[in-house]
């Protein structure tokens, strides 16, 4: 399994640079990839948020406008942020992930069943809570066919990253850097990071009683979002590090985050049917113990940091 995940994180590591490739191709027809697509999507529309807060600072009369002439521009050097790419793939994938289920195992993209038993809850905290993720699910879906993403949505060093490039961008004259500063000032006051989806799915997950814990880390129970969630916390790996497990030529990393989650065979073996019904398990499945699981990823991981 350690030779398995090491070709595993080699074929992470070359995602970024084949994806900014493939991003900023202008011959789409032999790039026709759905993810390609999104990911793409979603660049232009948080350098269109970005340029449209700055043209609102700087009182253009018609913001969105003046953006569509700079808005490519935007997007291209935020294309370079090898961060804010691997999460916005990541998020794609995740979609994918959930069309993919809802067609195969009639799974609700918006209301699993875990999220459904939270919203009943008779403590009122933990079912307003459930109720606001119930609404961001939506939202999510919404954006993901649209190939959108709320700058609000972004996890708060990417979002942070964002409005540096934002900095860059507009330039090192006084009046480009008070129109900057005041876009930054007007985007930071809009944002809740507590209300983004990944914080509601945080404390769901939180509040979840612990005897009960192991509900999240079935697909079919708690929905891709939150089972990504949980895959992640449980096995001390990134939450976008944790969907791209799930993804067909990962199948090691899956293995060993579910194992390090402290899933038995059976269970993993459920989970493996659930997201990938036409591959075999890795063999010595049964022979791997959390510890040791935890141990491989934590390796490879200081491999990666070692590497960057």
């Known amino acids: 399994m350690k030779a398995d995940l090491a070709v595993a994180d080699r074929a992470i590591a070359s995602n970024g640079p084949i994806l900014v490739h493939l991003l900023c191709s202008d011959d789409n027809s032999i790039f026709s990839d759905e993810i390609v697509a999104r990911v793409r999507g979603m660049f232009n529309d948080l350098s269109r948020q970005l340029v449209v807060a700055l043209a609102e600072a700087a009182g253009h009369a018609d913001p969105q406008a003046w953006a569509q002439t700079i808005v490519d521009d935007l997007a291209r050097q935020l294309m370079a942020e090898e961060a804010l790419l691997a999460h916005l793939h990541a998020l794609a994938l995740e979609w994918q992930l959930t069309e993919r289920l809802q067609g195969r195992l009639a799974l609700d993209p918006v209301l699993p069943p875990l999220l459904q038993a939270r919203i009943a809850s008779s403590e009122p905290e933990v079912s307003a809570t459930a109720m606001n993720l119930l609404a961001a699910q939506a939202r999510f879906g919404q954006l993901q066919r649209r190939m959108q993403l709320p700058l609000a949505e972004l996890p708060s060093d990417l979002f942070d990253g964002a409005l540096a490039m934002l900095r860059a961008f507009a330039g090192d004259d006084p009046g480009s850097r008070d129109y900057a500063m005041s876009a930054e000032h007007s985007l930071r006051a809009r944002r809740d990071g507590d209300r983004s989806r990944l914080a509601l799915l945080q404390r769901v997950l939180a509040a979840i009683p612990a005897g009960e814990a192991d509900l999240a880390l079935s697909v079919e129970n708690a929905g891709v979002g939150m089972f990504v969630s949980a895959i992640a916390a449980g096995s ?61 990823l934590a390796d490879a991981a200081h491999g990666r940091h070692a590497a960057g």
Not at 244 to 257: P, V
Not at 276 to 287: C, K, M, Q, S, W
Request: glycine share 4%; proline share 7%; with cysteine.
């Open 236 to 296: 001390g790996q990134p939450r976008d590090l944790a969907i791209m497990a799930t993804t067909e030529r990962q199948l090691a990393r899956l293995a060993l985050t579910l194992a390090a989650c402290g899933l038995r065979p059976e269970a993993i073996a459920a989970q493996f049917m659930a997201l990938h019904p036409d591959v075999a398990l890795p063999e010595g499945l049964a022979l791997l113990k959390a510890d040791a699981a935890a141990a491989i």
